[in-house]
């Protein structure tokens, strides 16, 4: 029995020194597909806490061997404005290194490349938005001046930053809040649209590049809620509650979804530089 009884702990013990440890809590926000890989918002603070301490801005499967395959993460931590640069980022990085072999340093440095083609692109784009607009009032939603000494109406300056696309026919992009507040409207926050906002040209959302990438979709559906209910009638103030509660709404549901997912097994082993292929010795 004694025999037994020994065999029995040290299999558990082996059994237990086998088994990977398991991180939980690292989801925060699912970002839907692109190029069939999920796009997962984490919470780079607990991975660094947690996995892999020197981990920030983003993951792939090549890189980290502890990164789930299909999934590209993205750091809490970023702001929006970063956002679809650092997911383009590690796309490019996972493609080079998977099909082309490339080690990661290079995959690394041809992605920072492509990002600042991406950002000069946005640069043109917003450049060219502005110069087509006309002057805009620089009212409050209250019809109020909060800067008394600006003109009546101004010319948008320095303003855009990023094209996030248009959505059920409204064009949403990330602004430099910062000038906003400086320049046009004190009390600008998170986000604003142009049924609220009278400098906000005609059918636009804009959202504060400074805004966590966390909260971006947030912050979207929000504005989109508050312009409908607008649109149909309802006051800015009523407006701004409903949309307040359905996003809300939309949390809870988050939360429940990133919790369903699974945990993180850490491998022995955390990174890998695949590939021995340099493209500029060939």
Known sequence: MKRITAIVIITLLVLSCTQKRKVDGVYRYYMGK????DIWIIDGNRVREK????????????????????E???????????????VAHELNERHLMAKFGWTYEIAHDSSLMLEQVIRHQNKEICDSHE????????????????????????KLQNIYRIPE????????????GYLIRKNIYPDFGFSGN?????????????????????????SIALEMAERRLMSEGKSYSDAYEDAVQMVQNSRRAMEKLVKSHFKIAIPDSLERDSGVIDPNEK
Do not use: M
């Open 194 to 218: 142009d049924l609220v906002y009278h400098f906000i040209p005609s059918k636009e959302i804009w959202i504060d590049g400074q805004v966590s990438c966390e909260e971006t979709e947030y």
């Open 165 to 176: 696309g248009i959505r059920d026919g409204i064009s949403i992009w990330v602004v430099d």
């Open 131 to 154: 110069t087509s607009l006309k002057k805009v009032s620089v009212l409050d939603p209250y019809n109020k001046k909060e800067i008394r000494n600006l003109p009546d109406s101004i």
């Open 34 to 37: 692109k190029e069939n890989y």
């Open 51 to 70: 996995i892999y301490k020197e981990w920030l801005y983003g993951g792939n499967e090549q890189r980290y061997i502890f990164n789930p395959k299909g």
């Open 72 to 86: 590209v993460w993205i750091d809490n931590a970023i702001s929006c404005e970063e956002y679809d640069l650092t």
